[in-house]
Nanobody
Framework: VQLQASGGGPVQAGGSLRLSCAAS????????VGWFRQTPGKEREFVSA????????YYADSVKGRFTISRDNAKNTVSLQMNSLRPEDTAVYYC?????????????????????????WGQGTQVTVSS
């Protein structure tokens, strides 16, 4: 599956952005999807994830209550609504996916949090929050 992230840009603190991750190549409904972010000189950081059914979502503590992840499998997209943005949210945001449908054992929460769990990555979209 090929992923393409979009929707980033400049925004003032307190503002909102909506990122989208569009998939092509295979039905997106078979994949769990996560969002990660990275700033220069820092390690990639987990932001949020959603199961392939959309029934469960996960968030980093730093974004809980401000970000909302959702998916529309009919449109092969996953979105990340980001509200109350802060300068520390500035980063390149990546969407990523791994095959999840049909797996006999449910994935642990920590599995979704780890970038190593994801096999497919988009190219990233820059989010810049100014104070």
């Amino acid at each position: 599956v090929q992923l393409q992230a979009s929707g980033g840009g400049p925004v003032q603190a307190g503002g909102s952005l909506r990122l989208s991750c569009a998939a092509s190549g295979r039905p997106f409904s078979n994949y769990a999807v996560g969002w990660f972010r990275q700033t220069p000189g820092k390690e990639r950081e987990f932001v949020s994830a959603i199961t392939y059914t959309g029934g469960s979502t996960y968030y980093a503590d730093s974004v809980k209550g401000r970000f909302t992840i959702s998916r529309d499998n009919a449109k092969n997209t996953v979105s990340l609504q980001m509200n109350s943005l802060r300068p520390e949210d500035t980063a390149v945001y990546y969407c990523a996916a791994f095959w999840a449908k049909g797996v006999s054992s449910p994935f642990s929460e920590s599995y979704y949090f780890s970038g190593r769990s994801y096999d497919y990555w988009g190219q990233g979209t820059q989010v810049t929050v100014s104070s």
